[in-house]
């Protein structure tokens, strides 16, 4: 049966190998090679007190623990736990957080990262500083021995693109007892492995590259401590936001062609921003992969590719409508991670929720539309920013 333990493979298997098959066992009934969907709410007993390990739907489903050790092993974690969207992983995270403590955060996070931390957990008397976690002197200095907890970081950062040394940051993080979590969405465990370089905890809205097909909502936690995995396989059970058996089998179906997709989201996101760069209506993108990011170099170190998402200053909300209601192939909407190209606004879209000084502050102007960049072949993506830029 599946169980949530990292992999039944060699240890020595490799990242595209996993995808395939990490946590995946031909199903012993029928030797079903892909996991079922075991669409079932609870399992029926053999006696009182015996059973085969399945008891009730929320607590155990196969289907949910195949995707589970899947994601544990592309993360290089001991444990992974599906919830029910992103924001409900990070609020998962946010539950081993007791009330007094403090957590320091990536300044430009997702927008309902923000509002979850902002709007929600403060009631619960949990404190958040935000800094620039691009600049590993200012995590430092945010620390607050020995309230600090958490370090939370998204890297790249949504949508500024901003890239943090998460390996400096692990041991900032460490020096003061806190546990370092990353938002990992952006990139995917196929273009950075945050626990390999110190992450306590990694996050992702399962949403985006790991599904990979625009067609379910979820979250996962990766976790590498002991206290932590229990808390978590608590916490997943007793608030009970889990993912259910069909969106955990489309993730599934979703890692299997992780380490296909991305390299072709690596090469069109960085032929996409070469060829902004160079264009005469945009003022400035953001992109990990060109030479004048702030933090080439550290992503060139720390990342496989520089993923498939970028950001484009175009100087005015006219300029940015002008490209938004032209573009034809691309797709405005929010999300991102699909194999099909969607573009946004982020002000007004995603980072709707963020505080009008606070967005002005981060840079996410009126005139800033993001792109994720999907896996079309790129003269056709190149052809329709062409033609939607013309009518700036
Ligand atoms: O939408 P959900 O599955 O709940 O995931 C939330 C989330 C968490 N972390 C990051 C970095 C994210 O980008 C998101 C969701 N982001 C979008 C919907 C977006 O368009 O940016």
Request: aromatic fraction near 6%.
């Amino acid at each position: 049966m599946y169980r949530n333990l990292p992999m039944h493979l060699s240890q020595d298997a490799r990242f595209g190998t996993l995808c395939i098959h990490a946590g995946q066992e031909p199903e012993p009934a029928t030797g079903a090679i892909i996991p079922p969907i075991f669409q079932t709410s609870t399992y029926v007993q053999d006696a009182l007190g015996r059973h085969k390990g399945f008891e009730y739907g929320r607590t155990q489903n196969p289907t949910r623990f195949a995707l589970e050790a899947n994601v544990a092993a592309l993360e290089v974690g001991r444990a992974g736990f599906a919830f029910a969207s992103g924001m409900a992983a990070i609020g998962a995270v946010a539950s081993l957080l007791q009330a007094g403590d403090h957590t320091v955060v990536t300044d430009n996070t997702y927008g309902g990262t923000y509002r979850l931390f902002e709007r929600v957990l403060r009631r619960y008397h949990l404190e958040f500083t935000y800094v620039d976690t691009s600049v590993p002197d200012e995590v430092e200095a945010a620390m607050r021995h020995p309230r600090t907890k958490l370090v939370f970081l998204e890297t790249p950062t949504n949508p500024m693109m901003q890239v943090a040394d998460i390996a400096r940051i692990a041991e900032i993080a460490h020096a003061h007892g806190a546990l370092l979590a990353v938002d990992n969405t952006f990139a995917s465990p196929y273009v950075q492995q945050p626990i390999r370089l110190g992450a306590d905890l990694v996050i992702h809205s399962t949403t985006k590259y790991l599904n990979g097909h625009s067609d379910g909502i979820g979250g996962v936690v990766v976790a590498t401590g002991e206290k932590e995995i229990e808390w978590l396989r608590f916490v997943q059970n007793a608030a009970g936001a889990i993912l259910g058996p069909f969106e955990s089998w489309l993730v599934l179906r979703g890692t299997k062609t992780l380490a296909l997709r991305m390299p072709q989201h690596n090469a069109n996101g960085l032929t996409l921003a070469q060829f902004l760069a160079s264009h005469r209506k945009v003022r400035k993108v953001f992109y990990p992969g060109l030479p004048d990011h702030p933090q080439h170099e550290l992503a060139r170190r720390q990342m496989r590719g520089f993923g498939g998402m970028l950001s484009v200053e175009l100087g005015s909300l006219e300029a940015a409508r002008a490209v938004l209601d032209h573009v034809r192939l691309m797709a405005l909407a929010e999300s991102l991670g699909g194999v099909e190209t969607l573009i946004c606004h982020p002000a007004t879209m995603t980072h709707a929720s963020v505080p009008d000084e606070r967005k002005r502050r981060l840079g996410i102007s009126d005139g800033l539309v993001r792109i994720s960049v999907g896996v079309e072949d790129i003269e056709d993506l190149t052809a329709d920013l062409e033609q939607a830029l013309a009518r700036v």
